[in-house]
């Protein structure tokens, strides 16, 4: 049977699903939001300008509190799990699910065909790369593919003006070569960062802003205009919601824009990811309470198995193998993913797959490997019902998809395809069984050292060991070994993982990284940071608190 639970901790049975009012900006108003970070050029004075940080600090006066009061919501929740208690469907919203009656506002239509998407980080190079890789959609990510560094969030606006205007170009100082906007180029939807991450660059009233207010309100002011004149609204990915009313939060941000610029309802519409475990409860009370704005959910599949394990930390009968065997073939994964394409199509969202981070190889053997795993992945995707997927490099577009199109056929989507079963909450929640051993350990120190000390340097999307890495790879490593730790796992080799074992293997791998990174005729490299990388990657798996996101205190460091 599905668990049922109240996850709406000192919540009103009733989610806040009103609508905003809006007023225009007093242009005789004192304006109070103040930039700290360095103005660099005239592209960035003007994406900051008076008015669009008017606009900004309007965002913030108006959705800021409610924000707080949300992030301590989810600190409450998480409370009654670390306290025994597990996920569920909530009680008081059971009426939302089980009413037939109501569906989604209609797909516009340079969404409704999805069906290969690429993610990457918001560096021009890329951007463009991105946009004419063959792609249906480019969604650009100011979060977890982008190191948040001042410069690179403001670089991102420029660099997302300029792609909705049609003017974005690059010249590669090293090699001269010019890239520019191609015919045809993908649909481009903008991620901002996570609820839960401020800008310390703009302050109002002496407190840094939310870094998604900055993103969203940027975004849509420089671009909302351009994007009319192609006949295309503002699309958004929005990540890591965990309740129906952060989703009511987002949605009223939407109509308190539109509302503002005079422009339609419904021109904002969002895709968002569930990623963590708390959401997949709350997947029909998100479309709800998004219903005007929302056009589908993506298995954000690699935050996900981070979001179980974070979730269920202090539960011992939940823990996870070795996460390199954590594949969407587990069970509680493919609930998962059946459970979102039955959600979304019985409402009439579209269901986008997960990500495929393989990058290609030059070598033969090596390629023919990443090709089958792609194959494999996207066929039990698309299979599955899914309505499309992503992936990470432009020269795996093709290949993903030749896959749809075999299922799709002429078909834009795969809206009618709902799977069969009761992906119940024993399913979701359910562990696998899995190798805890040395080499899992190892792996885990190297990518998360190796990824944490490029992000430290403002590199967000990091390739490493084939994989094209982001945040939440890091994310699942330290996860693991924390669990790992904290619930004494025997290895299968008998020895206990302990604090001195795991420190060891460490310091091993930490100097060996170091040594391959610098050049035999150099004794040192200043500029690299696996030092800070790998102490505070110690930090965050043996402290007894669990840190929400690695990014919170990495963040302090970065500048």
Same mark, same amino acid.
């Given at each position: ?9 000192? &919540? ?6 009103? @609508? ?156 001269? @070569? ?11 939807? &903008? ?48 990540? @890591? ?113 997960? &990500? ?111 994989? &094209? ?16 730790? @904290? ?73």
């Amino acid at each position: 049977m599905d668990n049922e639970t109240t996850s709406d901790r000192g &919540m009103s049975s009733t989610p806040p699903l009103e @609508k905003c009012s809006s007023s225009h900006i007093d242009a005789d108003k004192e304006q109070r939001i103040l930039v700290t970070g360095s103005v660099f050029n005239k592209e960035a004075e003007s994406i900051l300008s008076n008015e669009a940080l008017s606009f900004v600090e309007l965002l913030v006066e108006t959705f800021g509190l409610r924000l707080e009061a949300l992030l301590e919501n989810r600190k409450e929740t998480q409370a009654s799990f670390d306290q025994g208690q597990l996920p569920g469907f909530r009680k008081d919203t059971k009426a939302i699910r089980d009413n037939d009656a109501w569906n989604v506002s209609p797909i516009p239509n340079d969404l409704l065909d999805r069906r290969v998407e690429i993610t990457g980080p918001i560096e021009r190079k890329m951007v463009i790369n991105a946009l004419n890789s063959g792609a249906n959609v480019f969604m650009c990510c100011f979060e977890d593919a982008t190191s948040p560094t001042w410069e690179n969030m403001v670089n991102g606006q420029i660099n997302m003006r300029a792609a909705n205007d049609g003017s974005i170009a690059h010249v590669d100082p090293k090699n001269g @070569k010019t890239y520019a906007l191609g015919d045809n180029p993908a649909t481009l939807i &903008m991620r901002p960062r996570g609820l839960h991450l401020k800008e310390t660059h703009i302050q109002l009233n002496n407190q840094a802003i939310p870094g998604c207010l900055m993103d969203v309100g940027l975004y849509f002011f420089h671009n909302y205009a351009s994007r009319a004149k192609q006949e295309q609204g503002v699309y958004f990915y929005i990540p @890591k919601l965990e309740s129906m009313e952060e989703a009511a939060w987002w949605n009223d941000v939407f109509t308190f824009m539109e509302n503002h610029f005079n422009v339609p309802i419904g021109t904002v519409r969002a895709t968002v990811l569930i990623e963590t475990l708390p959401a997949v409860f709350q997947m029909e009370e998100i479309l709800y309470a998004m219903k005007e704005h929302i056009v589908g959910m993506n298995c954000g599949r690699w935050d996900y198995i981070f979001s179980y394990i974070k979730t269920l930390k202090h539960h011992k009968d939940r823990v996870l193998p070795d996460r390199h065997a954590v594949g969407m073939d587990t069970p509680f994964l493919d609930a998962y993913s059946k459970r979102l394409i039955q959600t979304c199509h019985q409402r009439g969202a579209l269901a986008i797959g997960g &990500m495929s981070a393989f990058i290609p190889s030059k070598d033969p053997e090596q390629m023919a490997f990443v090709t089958q795993k792609v194959i494999e992945d996207k066929q039990r995707e698309s299979a599955n019902g899914h309505d499309g997927t992503w992936v990470a490099h432009p020269h795996l577009v093709t290949l993903a998809r030749e896959i749809f199109d075999q299922t799709l056929k002429n078909r834009p989507n795969q809206l009618d395809v709902i799977p069969e079963g009761n992906f119940d909450a024993d399913t979701l929640l359910s562990p696998c069984e899995g190798p805890k051993n040395e080499v899992g350990v190892r792996k885990n120190i190297r990518i998360a050292v190796l990824y944490m000390e490029a992000w430290l340097r403002g590199v967000g999307c990091v390739p490493i060991f084939g994989l &094209m890495e982001d945040t939440a790879t890091a994310e699942i490593s330290r996860a693991n070994v924390w669990q790992w730790l @904290k619930h004494e796992v025997q290895l299968d080799d008998g020895r206990l993982f302990t604090d001195s074992l795991f420190k060891q293997w460490l310091q091993e791998e930490t100097v060996a990284m170091k040594t391959e990174a610098i050049p035999s005729e150099t004794a040192q490299d200043k500029t690299r940071k696996f030092d800070e990388a790998s102490a505070v990657f110690y930090q965050l798996s043996t402290d007894d608190d669990f840190a929400d996101f690695l990014t919170l205190p990495c963040y302090e460091m970065l500048e």
